[in-house]
């Protein structure tokens, strides 16, 4: 196993650049459900996903990984965006987990999940926080199954107005 990745069984993982962008752009149209229930525009999310960090972050805090299936090697069926070191040095948050309708509801997002956490501790990493917004109480759901805690709650700017957002942390 790779220092700079992770591994899931049945499904190849790498670290995506900003050449990918198109892969990136068709994942987020095949996950269009979310991007409406949340944000809005999938299109610009796609473009400014390497770009899109808070103040205070550099773009390469931010590591971006696709995953593919044997079947389909050319294209993603899911992704997972990690900042390191956010909000503060040891704390790491998961910016998106995401994953094709398809792929959904058949134990890739809790392998994931795993697989991300050990990651994220053999880079040292001492917390994985993230954001769920209120509109997606399936993700909650899942997250405090997987063992995260709501720490806070917050509003979060959107496409469509603000949205209540709990911040489970590990």
Not at 26 to 49: M, N, R, V, W, Y
Not at 81 to 96: A, H, K, N, V
Request: one cysteine or more; a negative charge.
């Amino acid at each position: 196993m790779s220092a700079d990745s992770f591994e899931l069984d049945a499904h190849a993982v790498r670290q995506l650049g900003p050449d990918d962008v198109s892969l990136i752009r068709q994942l987020f149209a095949e996950c269009a459900d979310f991007f409406e229930l949340i944000h809005g525009d999938h299109a610009a999310e796609a473009d400014q996903i390497f770009d899109d960090v808070p103040l205070g972050k550099r773009p390469d805090d931010k590591l971006v990984f696709g995953i593919s299936i044997p079947e389909l090697p050319g294209a993603l069926v899911g992704l997972v965006e990690l900042l390191r070191d956010f909000p503060t040095s040891g704390e790491w948050c998961l910016g998106l987990l995401l994953f094709t309708p398809r792929e959904r509801g058949h134990g890739l997002g809790g392998q994931t999940a795993d697989a991300v956490a050990r990651f994220v501790e053999r880079a040292g990493g001492k917390t994985l926080q993230l954001l769920v917004q209120e509109h997606n109480p399936g993700a909650l759901r899942f997250w405090r199954r997987k063992g995260y805690v709501v720490k806070d709650r917050m509003p979060q700017q959107a496409a469509h107005g603000v949205n209540q957002v709990d911040r489970p942390c590990s």
